[in-house]
């Protein structure tokens, strides 16, 4: 192997060592965080635990598993309030910026090398004995990445209330051209009877026309929160999704005034379809979720 082969190698074991290092922090951080909440204390509540405390609070924090058969797209929920002091929001703001910094070099391995991800989702765990053993006990998979490092929500300023909801009817929309849809057409087996038939509907329709690609959303919490005082820019509340608690700056280590939502989403769609709704009825492609505009 001359030395021009290995140049590629270096920058990425310097970012997996960086990556290595950013998960450390991830955990320092958490466990910063829990030891505050432990000497501050603060009121918590939580949708699926009667007595939410430090040990619940630590063990959501530290879910970064997947559990067998898991959808690889979808993370685990933990719905809750917690009443931070400033010490503890701090801290909030650490993991979070610790989160931040694990997301980007990652993105920079896929950048470089996506098939080295799966072999660190096996060896992160392993730099830390405890969690490794519960990856072991509970008997889950490996690491669950989005459940790494997304961020813990917070709110601005103090609340004077919130009101949570299940979305349960939410959806991404994203505009593909004819073109694009025809390359996502063939990925497929295009002597497949049905995928022949779309090719054929994609073939009669103008180059020209946009298209739209479908993906339903998995149901979310959203927390409509109310500021005690109005914010300096002027917003007296804000709307946000939240899956993980809600960290509340709280001086006095009470929780505003809230709602308790059930512990599930609606089965079915209780909203009323929108009259300006864009999409036809029926999907044009179905084999790729694509739909024309009216």
Not at 162 to 185: D, F, N, P, T
Request: proline share 9%; with cysteine; charged share 30%.
């Amino acid at each position: 192997m001359t030395p021009t082969d290995t140049t590629p190698a270096a920058p990425l074991y310097h970012l997996q060592a960086e990556l290595e290092n950013a998960f450390d922090e991830i955990v320092a951080r958490i466990e910063a965080l829990i030891e505050v909440y432990r000497r501050d204390g603060g009121a918590a509540w939580a949708l699926e635990e009667a007595t939410p405390d430090a040990d619940w609070l630590r063990r959501i924090l530290l879910d970064f598993w997947y559990e067998e058969g898991q959808d690889g797209r979808v993370t685990r929920s933990y719905i809750g309030l917690v009443a931070a002091s400033q010490a503890l929001l701090d801290e909030v703001g650490r993991v979070n910026r610790a989160k931040a910094q694990f997301s980007g070099v990652l993105e920079r391995i896929r950048q470089e090398d996506a098939t080295l991800i799966p072999g660190l989702k096996a060896l992160l765990p392993a730099r830390h004995p405890a969690l490794n053993a519960q990856l072991r006990d509970q008997g889950l998979a490996r690491l669950h990445l989005k459940q790494c490092w997304r961020a813990l929500p917070t709110a601005d300023a103090p609340l004077s209330r919130v009101r949570m909801a299940w979305y349960a009817s939410g959806r991404s929309i994203k505009k593909l051209s004819v073109r694009e849809a025809e390359r996502k057409l063939m990925a497929f087996d295009t002597e497949a009877p049905h995928i022949r038939i779309q090719l054929h509907h994609l073939a009669g329709i103008p180059d020209g026309e946009p298209l739209a690609q479908v993906q339903k959303q998995a149901p979310l919490m959203r927390a409509n929160i109310f500021f005690a005082e109005p914010l300096a820019d002027g917003r007296s509340r804000r709307a946000m999704n939240v899956a993980l608690p809600l960290f509340i700056p709280s001086p006095d280590g009470r929780l505003p005034d809230y709602n308790r939502p059930p512990p599930f989403p609606q089965p079915e769609r209780t909203r009323a379809k929108r009259s300006d709704e864009r999409l036809e009825d029926e999907p044009f492609l179905p084999s790729i979720r694509v739909y024309r505009y009216r």
